[in-house]
């Protein structure tokens, strides 16, 4: 009995470290956002140099670039985020991969004007070493049957998982997209934001019927078991008995689990124009 006692206490202790640690994350990651915002905002680009991932994207309203340009962007004051005002975080651990969603209030200086927009922003990190690297900004303005071949890369598999779950989505094959969709998943929206349970039943009862996607262009980063899927697509939609075609890019982040890969994170950023 008092094996059986100790036994159980160091089990608890350990699931109290590991709620711990996992809370230190999240909050480690949290501070880390805030203090990008002001390091935009002060045009701080050596603290920001060393916090972007070399392979990192962002993805704005008029375009997604790499590091080095949205550097340039942010010195020379192309772009100048004044100031941030966030309202909501929300971070999700997986392994050494961290995904943070905020909504935010962006002050920006765009071509001598100051303007003022809505964003959810998702941010995705990755620890190397002791450090959290930025791999992706994504800002998305908001509203108040397939086999995938055993030899692919992996950017082909998850072009084609991507495809694929277009197809699915255009079909309402709820039951492959539960498959995929990883039970933390977020989906960004011009509309709000919300997690999988909710994004399973608008697709199921056609709140938002996603008719048809059609692929521009694609490109895929992968770091280890985490992949980032940028596409840039028309999609055809029906809402609330509407048909209604926009411009978007689409960011995809996905986690392999187990061999498979879960879809995390879904961000539609409206593009200002089809190219």
Known sequence: MKKLIIGLTMILMSVNLSFAQESTTEQEIKELSKAKWQWMADKNVDKLETLFHNKSKFVHMSGTWNKDWELEIIETGSIWYKQADVHDVVVEVFDNTAVLWNRITLMAHVRGEDVSNEFTVTEIYKKEGNSWKLLDLTFSSVRDTHQIA???????????????????????????????????????????????????????????????????????????????LLNRISLLAEVGGNEVTNPFMVTEVYKQENGDWKLASLSFTKLLESE
């Open 150 to 228: 055993p030899n692919a890369n992996p950017e082909q598999i998850i072009k084609e998982l991507s495809k694929a779950k277009w197809q699915w989505m255009a079909d309402k094959n709820t039951d492959k997209l539960e498959n995929l969709f990883h039970e933390n998943s977020v989906f960004v929206h011009m509309g709000g934001s919300w997690g999988k349970d909710r994004e399973i039943e608008i697709i199921r009862s056609g709140g938002i019927h996603y008719k048809k996607a059609d692929i521009h262009e694609v490109s895929v980063n992968v770091i280890e078991n985490t992949a980032i």
